[in-house]
């Protein structure tokens, strides 16, 4: 597979993941990413079931505990901060603190991810696609910046506002299932003093969180309610804090010192929670991964295995194929659907926080993982 050139938008946590296995198995994989860097910012993400076993064989889980963050508990509080309850022995965000699930920040992971792979994958930086045309020998690529460039595979690995699947498979309202729910999450100094503690308050509509990070040096914000979709542009960054200032204008506790902060945070991030539904996620040399093609949203706590576990099977059907891609593409479909329909259940079966725990489990085990020799 040395001649297998392979085009990935997006540098998150999919991206690189399925960059990882194809070139430990001789594919030449490119990832694209708009940011200048690795982003920065996002909240505690879960990786558990047969992702654990994905990230142990990838020789990068001892760096993930290493990152992991390592939460003592958490509390509610009223709207005046009374406390309500608390609890030592699981949190909102992880789950059951004895679980052998890992939980740490999403950039973290995506730091990790890019170290384990910055020396057999090329990179490039502050750009984006901007045109696919599918050829007899390849994919012609256009670029923000970049000069055009010719692969033979393209992969979405670009989230759930995917610009490759707006390219290749049409505008985003096809796919998109809204939720009912916004949520925020940004980076705030830790002036509440928290000590690997999570503190939530729970309004009418709306739910507020913080929670210590980097060693209790800064808090992760989080900011919650519910919503049908609203009209706004979710790059407009001023846009979406105005909507918050309005919706939390009287929710008490800790809004007014947050929504202070906000206004100074260095990765200020608002999007709905959401699903995305496709027929198929493929078409020609394109093929989608991660929350581009199957987003199960936050409310699972599964997306991220869910990345980790598709780009493992994507890149094991496609070196299994040797070189057929349609029948690599239709592989990977066939072993991945029914897991990711049994975690895109998970969100209904949530009710005041996430899914009971018997069914998270059950459904981040719901894969018999084939072997795919390096």
């Not at 597979?1 to 030449?28: D, E, H, K």
């Not at 990832?31 to 558990?48: F, H, K, M, N, T």
């Not at 609890?87 to 909102?92: C, N, V």
């Not at 923000?144 to 989230?159: C, H, K, M, N, S």
Request: hydrophobic residues 40%; charged residues 25%; contains cysteine.
């Amino acid at each position: 597979m040395q001649n297998v050139r392979v085009l990935i938008s997006g540098a998150s946590i999919a991206g690189p993941a399925v960059a990882y296995w194809l070139a430990r198995r001789g594919f030449r994989p490119t990832v694209v990413e708009r940011a200048p860097s690795v982003r920065r910012g996002g909240q505690a993400i879960d990786v558990r079931g047969v992702a654990l076993c994905i990230v142990e064989e990838m020789g990068i889980l001892r760096a993930m505990r290493a990152a992991g963050t390592d939460m003592r508990g958490m509390s509610f509080v009223d709207a005046a901060g009374n406390e309500l309850m608390r609890t030592t022995t699981e949190t909102l965000t992880g789950g059951p603190l004895d679980s052998p699930d890992v939980e740490l920040l999403r950039d973290d992971l995506s730091e990790i991810l890019f170290q384990a792979t910055k020396s057999s994958v090329e990179y490039q930086f502050g750009d984006s696609i901007t045109g696919l045309t599918e050829t007899d020998e390849g994919v012609n690529v256009t670029f923000e910046r970049g000069a055009p460039r010719t692969f033979d595979l393209v992969i979405g690995a670009d989230g759930l506002h995917s610009n490759v699947r707006r390219l290749a498979f049409g505008e985003e309202s096809r796919f998109i299932q809204h939720l009912g729910i916004y949520l925020s999450v940004f980076t705030v100094p830790n002036y509440l003093g928290l000590d690997r503690w999570q503190t939530f308050h729970r309004g009418a509509e709306e739910m507020i969180g913080v929670y210590s990070a980097r060693n209790n040096t800064e808090l992760r914000a989080m900011m919650g309610f519910g919503s049908p979709p609203l009209d706004v542009d979710y790059r407009d960054i001023d846009a979406q804090m105005k909507i918050l200032e309005e919706r939390f204008a009287r929710a008490g506790w800790e809004a007014p010192k947050l929504l202070e902060l906000m206004r100074k945070a260095p990765d200020f991030h608002l999007d709905s929670m959401a699903q995305i539904h496709m027929d198929r996620w493929s078409v020609g040399r394109t093929a989608l991964v991660g929350d581009a093609a199957y987003s199960s949203s936050p409310m699972s706590g599964q997306g991220t295995s869910l990345a980790i576990v598709g780009a493992y099977v994507l890149a094991g059907e496609l070196a299994s194929a040797g070189g057929d891609y349609a029948e690599g593409y239709s592989r990977y479909e066939a072993e991945m659907r029914p897991f990711v329909a049994e975690n895109q259940k998970l969100p209904a079966q949530a009710k005041e926080g996430p899914p009971p725990r018997d069914i998270v489990v059950r459904a981040a085990n719901a894969i018999n993982l084939r072997h795919y020799p390096a």
